[in-house]
């Protein structure tokens, strides 16, 4: 079955310091990933993507994620957070179980709390 | 100004009410989604559809429905059927000629029952 996990409910760091979200993956055939941000009461924004090529993907904001087939994981990163980086988080999964229907298939979410 | 608008965006339902939640997007995108967003629960579907007069069941469908009358246009009726329908939805839509295609949401809508 295919499925992502977000190991950490909640990720707190200090504003300034290097972040990291993680999410691993479960899939057959090849991964179309997906990051999304979500603030409080508002719907998800699109950060980043990993299609094919390059294992480091650059995004919105700042953020980057890499892409390792081994490990099957794709971790949210930033060299220097920032306080408005507080949000919730979520990785994503294109379900190619059913061809081309586009649904994503999402982790649980992670909090990430960057403390000024 | 382009993207996905949900109305409204707090709605309330009283027991054995049917309620609908509208999402209109003007990207010409094919496929259009609905999702149910719970704490801690991450996001389930509900609905898909890939063309204008068909959708499909996602995990979650019992006590809801949906239409696809214009491409624009994929409503969301919550039934009296729905149990639990306390909840954050989301609408969400895409292009369908690739894999990689980015999906994108609007700002979603709130339903409380009273």
Not at chain 2, 39 to 51: A, M, V
């Amino acid at each position: 079955a295919q499925s992502v996990a977000q190991p950490e409910d909640q990720v707190n760091v200090a504003e300034g310091n290097p972040l990291t979200v993680k999410c691993t993956y479960s899939v057959s055939g090849n991964p179309y990933l997906f990051w999304y941000v979500q603030y409080p009461n508002r719907g998800l924004q699109f950060l980043l993507k990993y299609i094919t090529g390059d294992n480091l993907v650059k995004g919105s904001y700042g953020f980057e994620a890499e892409f390792n087939k081994s490990q099957t994981s794709f971790h949210l990163k930033k060299p220097s957070a920032l306080v408005s980086d507080s949000a919730l988080y979520f990785c994503a999964v294109r379900d190619s179980s059913s061809g081309n229907t586009g649904k994503l298939i999402f982790g649980q979410g992670t909090t990430l709390q960057v403390k000024p | 100004d382009g993207g996905i608008t949900q109305s409204p965006k707090y709605l309330f339902r009283k027991e054995g009410q049917n309620v609908t939640l509208s999402c209109e997007q003007n990207l010409n995108h094919d496929a259009m989604y609905w999702y149910r967003q719970d704490p801690g629960q991450g996001l389930r579907l509900i609905y898909y559809s890939q063309i204008v007069n068909d959708f499909q069941k996602g995990d979650i469908a019992e006590g809801y429905s949906v239409s696809r009358e214009k491409k624009e246009s994929f409503p969301l009726t919550v039934t009296s059927a729905q149990k639990n329908p306390t909840a954050f939805y989301l609408c969400a839509s895409t292009y369908t000629d690739h894999k990689g295609n980015t999906i994108y949401f609007g700002e979603g809508s709130w339903l409380t029952v009273v």
